[in-house]
């Protein structure tokens, strides 16, 4: 195994592996261009695997590199991390909200976004043993563990985090926002409310068949939310993979606009993706249904 960085060791925690490993560890600095053409050239006739790592964002810069590598048929591995607007008080320029687009246009690639810890180990394993391109979409905050350790994921298989037989809603999250599914279907449950909460796991390839099965058992009520501009994220993802099924209802909730600093909650609440967001959108899906009937 063969790692690489952007010059954000300190803040990826890449800088463990150089600790242990600093003949594998290569540092190119802020040049996330020529960081990927090296990861193609270290991972060329598969003499490494090769994860490349800085903050998802910077990724932009390198599509061209990325797109070639795909081209190329090259395996390699690149983990963006302080992905969306919960990294908090950094800003805009910081903030991956355009990743997972790009990522999914890419020919090939996987696209992993783990929700916590156990998840972001098994998606780096699963990643190491993948061939083509791989990215692994990681959060900035400290969340939560909710799987235990022996817990198996694969490549394209969602998880049912949350269910009941009485379940209203699919809530699909990842991420940071997976976390706030959780909390909104706990207070949720005070008002006699259920939804079920769904966590893709992989966004490429999606799990179409769980979401398509579970959304039926909610009466095909489905909202996404996710911390990503609404184009080519998880709710155009699950759109496209659920288009001309009938009697299904997609309502996404994404960042809507270029954001600012602030603290993470401040802004997960001002774009309408935390937990009163969720809230209040299952709301209004389960009274504009009622009416309906």
């Known amino acids: 195994v063969v790692a690489l960085d952007g010059d954000t060791k300190n803040s990826t925690f890449s800088e463990l592996f150089k600790k242990e490993h600093p003949s594998r560890f290569i540092e190119c600095y802020i040049a996330e261009q020529n960081m990927v053409s090296v990861a193609v050239g270290c991972a060329s006739r598969d003499r490494n695997i090769v994860f490349a790592s800085t903050f998802a964002t910077f990724f ?4 061209d590199q990325i797109r070639m590598a795909a081209i190329s048929e090259s395996n390699i591995n690149l983990c963006g991390s302080h992905c969306g607007v919960s ?34 180990e098994k998606a780096v394993e ?99 939310v996710e911390d990503h501009y609404p184009e080519g994220g998880i709710g155009e993802a699950v759109s496209a993979a659920l288009i001309g099924e009938p009697g299904i209802m997609v309502r996404r909730l994404a960042v809507s606009h270029v954001p600012r600093s602030g603290k993470p909650n401040e802004l997960l609440k001002l774009f309408g993706i935390d937990k009163d967001a969720i809230i209040q959108a299952v709301k209004s899906v389960v009274s504009k249904s009622r009416n309906a009937e």
């Open 87 to 120: 990294i908090g008080e950094d800003g805009p320029s910081q903030m991956g909200l355009e990743d997972i687009s790009l990522f999914r246009a890419i020919p090939n690639s996987t696209v992993f976004y783990p929700s916590d810890a156990v998840a972001t």
């Open 60 to 63: 932009t810069r390198a599509y």
């Open 126 to 224: 699963l990643a190491a043993n993948r061939k083509g391109i791989c990215f692994i979409r990681t959060s900035r905050p400290e969340n939560a563990v909710i799987y235990d350790s022996g817990e198996d994921f694969q490549v394209g298989q969602a998880k049912v985090v949350s269910k009941s037989k009485d379940d209203q809603v699919t809530v699909i999250g990842a991420g940071v926002t997976l976390h706030e599914a959780i909390a909104a279907a706990e207070q949720l449950k005070k008002d006699k409310i259920f939804i079920r909460v769904i966590d893709p796991f992989t966004i490429k390839p999606l799990d179409s068949e769980t979401i398509l099965k579970n959304a039926r058992e909610t009466k095909g009520r489905i909202i996404t």
